[in-house]
């Protein structure tokens, strides 16, 4: 497609001292077989200088790791878990936006999952990494059990500081369609924020994701480009309709990555950047979509790996670098450590929120307690060559950051003075 790879920006090694690695290394060790102090927040800070808080949405959490929506947030049982497991936030499945009648303009991806399989994948690079494949897609059960997850969602939440985020696809006018179901926005927005409040936060705005899922890539829908960035200009301003002031809701967009090349990847983010009414935040960047792979008899499915994180980020570097400011953003794709986490955070990033590395097989782990969520965080922040504390001291070197505490937030957006300074 005329794209060209982007080099990481952080080098192989992180450049710290040798005793901060043994630290981190006995941790490692101690941790997987017993666990870590709780909150591991406050260890963090105390016994390794750092700060952990950070942003999604505009809103405070007290750490940047959020579940993905997927198959993995669908369940008071899964939440309950990664509450446990201290997650910053969990985006819940993405459920099909209906109108007062209970149609589903998008019911098509209504689509239960009928199994999933966890397989290698190796990239263009040839660096190897993971990847998930089912046939599955949206919310399959009815509205009302979605809004009864919301609730439950949240008063689980509720005392351990989580932030709960609910998902929808709603109506986009295809190929040959007049208009958009007005109705539909209005009517679903308003009732996922009721069960929102009523769960629990009566006051503060509501987290939303527009979903747009890796699979608009392989339908008619997105076959114009045009098309895609009147959808992306449009749909904030509808889904604010559904609620009395726009500032109760805060709307993300999660952006597909779609059939086309770099270019088109950068005019989606210079539209949402330019609309008259731009959403709050957005995700970036959704699955890949391959035409041609195939699952279970399905041709064309989405599927993530290196490739996925390699576009990423190579997009970001280039739209970061053209703007003097940038909305509010959440990172996706191919998130396995603590190193490329904050590849993503040089770039704008503000919270990380996985998938895939919160599935592998049990091997991959190296902790043997805890659940998944769990044995996926030991491996984040405390890997010795590849999670974030060392990551996080190697930047505070290398870009001179306040070291009392070193602040995660204080890396956000700073690859051109990365760039700068180590060319000094």
């Not at 179901?181 to 987290?207: C, F, I, K």
């Not at 983010?269 to 041609?292: M, W």
């Amino acid at each position: 497609m005329g794209d060209h790879p982007t080099p990481e920006l952080l080098p192989a090694q992180p450049q710290v001292e040798r005793a901060l690695v043994e630290e981190v290394a006995n941790d490692y060790q101690e941790f997987a077989e017993n666990g870590w102090p709780d909150p591991l927040e406050d260890y963090l800070a105390e016994r390794y200088r750092i700060d952990v808080s950070a942003e999604y949405a505009g809103a405070p959490i007290k750490n940047p790791w959020g579940k993905a929506s997927g198959q993995l947030s669908m369940t008071a049982r899964q939440v309950a878990e990664d509450v446990q497991a201290g997650l910053g936030f969990v985006v819940l499945k993405t459920v099909i936006a209906e109108d007062e009648s209970g149609g589903r303009a998008m019911q098509d991806w209504a689509v239960q999952e009928s199994r999933m399989v966890v397989e290698p994948i190796t990239g263009q690079s040839g660096t190897r990494g993971w990847t998930v494949s089912w046939k599955g897609r949206g919310w399959w059960g009815t509205f009302d059990e979605y809004l009864q997850l919301i609730r439950d969602a949240q008063q689980i939440a509720s005392s351990e500081g989580t932030l709960i985020v609910p998902s929808c696809k709603y109506h986009l006018p295809g190929i040959g369609e007049n208009g958009w179901n007005e109705a539909e926005y209005r009517h679903t927005t308003a009732l996922l924020l009721n069960a929102w409040r009523s769960g629990g936060d009566a006051v503060s705005p509501m987290p939303l994701e527009k979903d747009f899922s890796p699979t608009l890539a392989g339908s008619e829908r997105a076959a114009q480009q045009k098309q895609i960035l009147q959808w992306l200009q449009t749909v904030p301003r509808l889904i604010r309709s559904g609620v009395d002031e726009a500032a109760q809701v805060r709307v993300g967009l999660k952006l597909f990555n779609a059939l086309f090349d770099d270019q088109f990847q950068l005019d989606m983010l210079r539209a949402i950047h330019e609309s008259d009414q731009p959403p709050d935040f957005f995700i970036y960047g959704n699955r890949l979509f391959d035409p041609e792979r195939e699952f279970e008899g399905t041709r064309g499915i989405a599927y993530g790996g290196p490739d996925l994180s390699d576009r990423n980020l190579r997009v970001m570097s280039r739209f970061a670098a053209e703007q003097d400011s940038m909305l509010p953003w959440s990172a996706t794709g191919n998130i396995h450590s603590g190193k490329i986490a904050l590849e993503y955070a040089l770039r704008g990033a503000s919270s990380f929120q996985l998938h895939t590395f919160f599935q592998l097989p049990g091997s991959e782990y190296t902790a043997v307690v805890g659940n998944k969520t769990q044995k996926a965080l030991h491996e984040l922040y405390f890997h010795p060559q590849q999670g974030l504390i060392v990551w996080l001291h190697h930047l505070a070197g290398v870009l001179r950051l306040p070291t009392k505490p070193i602040r995660l937030k204080d890396t956000v957006g700073k690859a051109g003075q990365l760039v700068i300074d180590e060319n000094d």
